[in-house]
């Protein structure tokens, strides 16, 4: 049976952290993953982990399992830095869960798209490699456009126009900031455009935010994610906080906007989706108190 299963290629960036690695050279720059750097190469644990670690280890009184979402109090302080201190539930139509890294978050997001009728995703080219892996694994057709123009702006004609020939079964996955792998981000006021069209022609958006922060700061990197919302009845949000906590292979979570407030994910749990192993509870908890 196994024998069926052909080997994968191997990971493209995995093998470059192991060339820098390997690499002698006192003048090498790493410029494979985008995670907090000092000037030294180095990613440091911050200060606020080392105290969020120990703060657990102090009083953690159980390593019981979670409920199948994840530590929630995790997920709820989140929601003011990603939606806005204002109304960080966007009256109450937000929900959320935690998920295996932001990756899982944007696997989730698209299978559930997938279920909920949408058979073809709008997606920018080039893009984070494990966006194709991801939607070529869910066999969801997938339609390109450029993202960026060669004068490093970013080609927002060609994302209006596949919107503007989409519709309500169509899906549109967009960067929240910090373009991966290009850095060239739409300005506000093409966001502003942009979520006028999505909501005009019924598109579903998948907001994939693995970098709030890291761009022009964690207000001006939420405006394009919280304009779409804005606009929209529905959408599904990916969050990432491993690179802006430098906390790898930590903390996440995958938030939901739903139409008829809490009722459709009520009915529709996605949380059997998601495996959750028993060890899982110990990290989210720790980002959670930095977060609190
Ligand atoms: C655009 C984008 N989305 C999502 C992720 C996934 O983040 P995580 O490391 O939490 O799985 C990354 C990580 O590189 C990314 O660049």
């Known amino acids: 049976m196994l024998e069926r299963l052909t080997a994968q290629p191997a990971d493209a960036l995995l093998a470059l952290i192991k060339l820098y690695a390997d690499d002698p050279s006192p003048d090498k720059i790493d410029l494979g993953v985008g995670v907090y750097r000092t000037g030294q190469g180095d990613t440091p644990v911050f200060q606020a982990i080392k105290r969020a670690e120990k703060k657990l280890v102090d009083t953690q009184d159980t390593k019981a399992y979670l ?34 890294g932001g990756t899982g978050a944007v696997r989730l997001a698209v299978a559930l798209a997938q279920r909920a009728g949408v058979d073809r995703l ?29 004068d490093g702006t ?5 994302l209006l126009d596949v919107i503007n020939n989409a519709g309500p079964s169509d899906a549109v996955l967009l960067h929240g900031a910090c373009h991966n792998p290009t850095g060239v981000d739409y300005t506000n006021a093409e966001w502003d455009a942009i979520a006028d069209a999505i909501a005009a022609k019924g598109v579903f958006p998948i ?22 919302l804005s606009a929209v009845p529905e959408a599904f949000v990916a969050y990432s906080c491993d690179k802006t906590l430098a906390f790898i292979v930590t903390v996440w979570a995958h938030f939901m906007q739903w139409r008829a407030s809490q009722k459709a994910w009520t009915r529709y749990s996605p949380t059997p989706m998601l495996w959750r192993g028993p060890v899982g509870p110990c990290r989210p908890i720790m980002a959670g108190q930095l977060y609190g």
Not at 72 to 90: N, S
Not at 154 to 158: D, E, L, M, R
Not at 212 to 225: H, K, P, S, T
């Open 67 to 100: 409920g199948p979402e994840g530590d929630m109090g995790f997920v709820h302080a989140l929601k003011p830095y990603i939606f806005g201190e204002k109304d960080p539930t966007l009256g109450g139509r937000v929900q959320g869960m935690q998920t295996p």
């Open 122 to 150: 709008f997606i920018g080219t080039p893009s984070w490699p494990n966006h194709g892996q991801i939607l070529g694994d869910i066999a969801l057709e997938t339609v390109g456009f450029p993202h960026a123009n060669a």
């Open 154 to 158: 970013a080609n927002v004609a060609a």
């Open 207 to 228: 907001i994939d935010s693995a970098y709030q922060g890291l761009g022009n700061g964690m207000e001006e990197d939420a405006y394009g994610l919280r304009r779409v």
